[in-house]
């Protein structure tokens, strides 16, 4: 199955700042999902992005599918303790998730 | 309302004795998974039913078995739980393939 790989591993910013993480694929993928777990709960799904180049918007969080189809990135805008948490894009074909990065945010 | 429901939230069993795991959902959603998710980890797909489909991922274990009575119901069966079965087990469940998944909130596996 394709792999999945997702940088960084962690990532803690202080409150208010920005954060990125990146997902890539070495082939093109069909479309990809992102989901935030909680620290102690269960992934939670946030979005679904199929298109070549789309780019969605909910909030704070943008989320951007590659020209290729071969990366995503999830983009927090001023971030707040409420976003902490681990975010896992997965490649919804094979259901393999990237190895997620964990967020943490200092107030 | 809950929508994907796991039982037991946590559960203790020792080295080699079967232990079952259930999942139940109320959206009458055609696909249901197990994942194994590992502290620190990713959630790594165990199997999922498509339907009645069953569809085991190559790497699973054979210890680890899976039973979908009805729509509703879904076991994970780990016959012999070895100590690094310790673990979340999650379910999950889609209307179809490929759609967004609704997560349970686990069961976390303690083997002793």
């Known amino acids: 199955g394709q792999q999945v790989m997702q940088i960084p591993q962690y990532q803690h910013v202080q409150e208010g700042e920005d954060f990125t993480t990146y997902c890539n694929s070495s082939?093109?993928?069909?479309?990809i999902q992102w989901y935030k777990q909680r620290p102690g709960g269960h992934p939670v799904f946030l979005i679904q992005?199929?298109?070549?180049?789309e780019v969605k918007k909910q909030k704070r969080l943008t989320f951007q599918f590659g020209e290729a189809k071969k990366n995503s990135s999830l983009h927090i805008t001023a971030t707040q303790t409420t976003d902490v948490g681990t975010y896992f894009c997965?490649?919804?074909?094979?259901?393999?998730f990237g190895a997620g990065t964990r967020l943490t945010v200092k107030p | 309302d809950a929508m994907v429901i796991q039982n037991p939230r946590y559960q203790v069993t020792q080295f080699g004795k079967p232990v079952t795991l259930s999942c139940s959902q109320t959206?009458?959603?055609?696909?249901m998974y197990w994942y194994q998710q590992k502290s620190s980890q990713a959630p790594k797909l165990l199997f999922h039913?498509?339907?009645?489909?069953?569809?085991n991922e190559a790497d699973t274990p054979d210890n680890f078995q899976s039973r979908r009575p009805n729509t509703s119901f879904c076991f994970l069966d780990i016959r012999s739980p070895g100590l690094g079965d310790a673990a979340m087990y999650l379910c999950?469940?889609?209307?179809?393939?490929?759609?967004?998944?609704?997560f349970g909130p686990g069961t976390r596996l303690l083997v002793l």
């Open positions: 992005l199929v298109k070549s180049g």
């Open positions: 959206l009458n959603h055609n696909v």
């Open positions: 082939t093109t993928l069909s479309n």
């Open positions: 997965a490649e919804i074909n094979d259901m393999r």
């Open positions: 039913y498509y339907d009645k489909d069953f569809n």
């Open positions: 999950a469940t889609s209307r179809v393939a490929g759609e967004t998944q609704y």
